[in-house]
């Protein structure tokens, strides 16, 4: 799992802005962070379909990718450094894009949105926001100096944008997290400012492989943004952002809380994200015990109240997939999922592509 850290100083602290709602009584969702249960697919997929994305010297795809699309045509698929571009058959396009400086030039994608009215895709890459056709040309772009861009969503023709900036003041120097609306031309219509986090001798980072923060479910846009710090002698600091926030007309209005149980003195909850369909409720965490820790899936079934602790993941005992798999809901709709997955066959002489795997949620 790939990690960016920031190294800041001062203690922590967290801000929630924006006209937010108070909490009051507040759904929990309890984790019982004891329990190993086993899931399979079928008991929460109405359907899975299975993409092979074809294999080129253009298509090599990273482990460590960002995010997958639907368009109406194809499948595009972001990873660290590249764009790629499948048909909804797997057969391999184009790329769009290329690493540099210069205009339509990235120097690392940290995530894209598509902007159906218009059919454009928008890229994050830290200080820079690219606008490309569907087709790959070039179109326009936008630099933000001040501030590193996290996540980007188009959402009701509008971009959305989650920023980091650092800055400081008499307590000492914090980072602010930050949500922009963004007008057409790519200037800043509004803001939330979601918090200010202050930490003392420690390196700060967020988990990329888990970058669903921005989401649009089936009506209403929700918003987690995790973080985690640690001290620079290495003894974790159990500060937990466990609460999912629905973000509307600017305001951050508190959706539902985890409540994890047995969680005794001395462990640390790292909580990589929370989101949520229309039936169902999901997370991703590392529990750090003695320096070593394991990433567990979680989903909570609201029909009929039970929740399933995981510390593998997912069974895909449809396409009889032997291994564990970890899912990630499309951006534009959480009622979807999907999870890459690598088959090697006996007479592969290099590792193919993975497979793309698309689901559908019971409701």
């Known amino acids: 799992m790939k990690r960016y850290f920031l190294s800041i100083t001062a203690i922590a602290f967290l801000v929630l802005s924006c006209s937010k709602t108070k909490q ?25 379909t299975a993409i092979e994305l074809e294999l080129t010297d253009e298509s090599m795809i990273s482990p460590y990718y960002e995010s997958v699309i639907i368009s109406e045509d194809e499948v595009i698929f972001a990873d660290r450094s590249k764009i790629f571009v499948f048909s909804k058959t797997g057969k391999f396009i184009r790329t769009i894009g290329t690493i540099g400086q210069g205009p339509g030039e990235h120097i690392g994608i940290n995530g894209i949105a598509l902007d159906k009215k218009n059919k454009r895709l928008i890229v994050c890459s830290n200080w820079k926001i690219i606008f490309y056709d569907l087709n790959g040309k070039f179109l326009k772009e936008k630099l933000f100096p001040d501030f590193p861009a996290i996540d980007i969503n188009y959402i009701d023709e509008k971009p959305l944008l989650l920023v980091e900036r650092q800055n400081r003041d008499s307590k000492g120097a914090y980072s602010r997290s930050i949500v922009y609306q963004l007008n057409e031309d790519l200037q800043l219509a509004d803001s939330c400012t979601i918090r200010d986090l202050y930490v003392e001798g420690a ?161």
């Open 203 to 363: 390196g700060w980072g967020y988990a990329r492989n888990y970058a669903d923060y921005i989401l649009k479910g089936n009506k209403s846009v929700y918003l987690y943004f995790g973080d985690f710090f640690t001290r620079r002698d290495n003894s974790a600091e159990k500060v937990l952002r466990d609460t999912l926030y629905r973000f509307e007309n600017n305001r951050l209005i508190p959706e539902l809380k985890l409540k994890f149980k047995n969680d005794e003195t001395g462990k640390f909850i790292h909580l990589y994200n929370i989101y949520r369909s229309s039936r169902y409720i999901f997370a991703a965490y590392r529990r750090k015990d003695n320096n070593r820790g394991k990433i567990y899936s979680f989903c909570y079934d609201t029909k009929t109240g039970k929740g399933y602790n995981m510390p593998d993941g997912y069974m895909d005992e449809i396409n009889q997939i032997e291994d564990p798999v970890r899912i990630r809901p499309f951006n534009l709709d959480t009622e979807m999922f999907y999870y890459l997955h690598t088959h090697m066959k006996p007479d592969d002489l290099e590792e193919p592509n993975p497979t793309l795997y698309i689901g559908k949620l019971k409701k």
């Open 24 to 48: 009051g009584d507040l759904l929990e969702i309890p984790i019982d962070i004891h329990q190993n249960n086993s899931l399979p697919l079928s008991e929460i997929a109405e359907e899975i």
